[in-house]
């Protein structure tokens, strides 16, 4: 997972974005600040939601959401379709299966609500994984971004619960991305001295 995520950092894949995009200057993530791998357990779901804004500290506004799925063999009736929404959230304009090697962009906004709200159907001992990566862009709205909206969350129609999906405490979120972009070496020698084997 290293080296794709290093892939999906480099010059060709940006302007390949910038040319689908039409969006200027697209910088990466040096933090992968909520991406990385993600794996959803069979039950589990994301609700529907939009992305935080921007990273303050650098001064640069999120744009571009990059999703490349993992999962083999995976089949219609398990779910999991990411959902992509109106503005006003009156209905789901396009589902995506979260099939092997399908890989997702689309750019965020303040009305760019996606998740997968139902629940997976996956069997036991599998599950709904993918790879994140984001791209920013310095801020073109400084005095909108100043306040950096958070992750915004919303039911659908007929649904009155848009909690957060259950979540892993942070301390294993980033050992799970810390693992995925270290040298093995680093990985091991930390997992020595905090005890763990």
Known sequence: MRGVLHFLNTAPVLQFLEKL???DGVIPDPYYQ???????EPGGRLSIHTDFAALPNLRIERRLNLIL???KDWE???GGHLELWQPDM???VHKVLPVFNRCVVFTISDDSWHGHPTLLACPQGMTRRSLATYYYTSYTRPEELAGSRRTTWRARPGSSDPRRPNRRPKAAVLRSVAGAILPPIVVHAARRLSGRK
Do not use: D, K, P
């Open 21 to 23: 995009t039409g969006i």
């Open 90 to 92: 009156s209905e789901c």
């Open 76 to 78: 219609e009736a398990y």
């Open 69 to 71: 799925y993992l999962n």
């Open 34 to 40: 909520g991406g990385g791998l993600h794996q959803i």
